[in-house]
């Protein structure tokens, strides 16, 4: 398993992680410099996702997760705008459905696990289990678990433990997972809610229920600090990335998803000798057209 880049904003695996000592913003300004560093770095992920779908040994598994307006679709679209579509699949994980309610909680995103060559991205994930289920234990009741299996002092932890264990399994496979935090301020949020209802451009991104939910914001904090802390591995670690500045943010992550493309060393696919030799007898015919 290969350990993920370090970065100032990687979650210690130590379980020391503090929310209330994560930077929400690492400059005053979105600078020319930050967009700069954005477009060198998809230039370099688009010649990194060529070799990965060429060698067609590794999977990479994307994961972003955040309070609402803290900029996960613009980011996902900024860092992958320079690369191949057809080995790039973006899932957004919202209310579950009956039919994955009928299944275990990890169930709808283990079928979307990204395919060798692949880059799979999560926009929301598994970890909703534990941060909106555990803001809200009431959504349990429509999960219809055994009796035996909702113990409130316990589920959490338990949960968290099945998804490091399934992330561990993937990384053994060749997966190489990054987990995103895009930590947005309280005030920062406010400022974006705002917009969004003053620009009729922006109004149908304007949710009433994400008013609700910003109520319970210290709660939210508790439960990504309970789940990073637990969840931060060597082989799939997460990221607590500054989200009010958004340029310097998607520079960020772009350069954090090209560091560990770059540690695989993949390799384009060596031609065996019996190609070799077949490739001096087609190209004979082909020169002989």
């Known amino acids: 398993m290969i350990e993920g880049p370090d970065s100032r904003y990687r979650v210690p695996y130590d379980d020391t992680f503090r929310v209330a000592d994560a930077p929400a913003r690492a400059d005053d300004r979105e ?3 930050d967009k700069a560093r954005l477009k060198k770095a998809v230039r370099q992920l688009d010649k990194l996702q060529r070799v990965l779908m060429a060698g067609d040994r590794h999977s990479v598994l994307l ?9 996960k679709d613009s980011t996902i ?5 320079g690369i191949n579509p ?3 699949e973006v899932y957004t994980f919202k209310k579950p459905s009956a039919n994955e309610l009928d299944h275990d909680f990890l169930w709808r995103t283990s079928i979307r696990m990204p395919q060798r060559g692949r880059i799979g991205i999560f926009n929301r994930s598994q970890y909703e289990e534990v ?6 234990p009431e959504i349990l009741d429509y999960q219809r678990l055994p009796t035996h299996c909702v113990n409130l002092d316990t589920i959490w932890d338990e949960r968290l433990q099945s998804i490091c264990d399934q992330e561990k399994h993937l990384a053994r496979n060749g997966t190489v ?3 995103f935090w895009l930590n947005v301020s309280r005030e920062e949020q406010k400022r974006r809610f705002l917009a969004r209802m003053d620009d009729p451009a922006k109004n149908w991104k304007f949710d009433f229920g994400d008013l609700v939910e910003r109520r319970f914001w210290d709660q939210y904090m ?3 600090e309970q789940a990073l802390n ?7 670690p997460w990221y607590a990335v500054p989200a009010d500045n958004k340029a310097y943010m998607r520079a960020t992550i772009a350069e954090i998803i090209v560091q560990a493309l770059a540690a695989i060393g993949l390799q384009y696919p060596e031609a065996s000798a019996e190609d070799v030799a077949k490739f001096v007898e087609v190209r004979k015919d082909l020169d002989a057209e």
């Open 177 to 179: 997972i990054l987990k």
């Open 131 to 136: 941060l909106v289920v555990r803001v809200h």
């Open 222 to 224: 508790h439960a990504y």
């Open 86 to 88: 057809a080995g790039c």
């Open 63 to 71: 994961i972003f997760q955040a309070m609402d307006a803290a900029g």
């Open 77 to 81: 679209r900024a860092v992958m705008q």
């Open 230 to 236: 637990a969840s931060s591995k060597p082989w799939a």
């Open 31 to 33: 600078s020319d410099g």
